[in-house]
């Protein structure tokens, strides 16, 4: 799976988690150049607290466009040390 944002690669890997439909990617499969911080959270009732990440993109900033949870529930330990994206960034084969 690859994740891209303004036809830039900021994501890839083999090893994809699907949860709702969110492919949640491995946080070493992130190229890390692209990703800044955010302050937003968000609770989810069955996995837990979900912090996220912004892209900065040649001077462009795509502000919260990652989450993941740093310390998931256990029905959701399977996307701990994950990352998925959202608002305008494709998750493509």
Known sequence: MK???NGVVIAESDDTV???GNHYFPENSLKREFF???NH??????????SYLSL??????HPD???FYPDPKPEAEE???RVAFWKDVKVTA
């Open 3 to 5: 994740a891209t944002w």
């Open 18 to 20: 699907v949860v709702e």
């Open 36 to 38: 800044t911080f955010s």
């Open 41 to 50: 959270k968000t609770m989810c009732a069955w996995k837990g607290q979900a």
């Open 56 to 61: 900065l993109i040649n001077g462009e900033m």
């Open 65 to 67: 466009a990652a989450w």
């Open 79 to 81: 996307i701990r040390g």
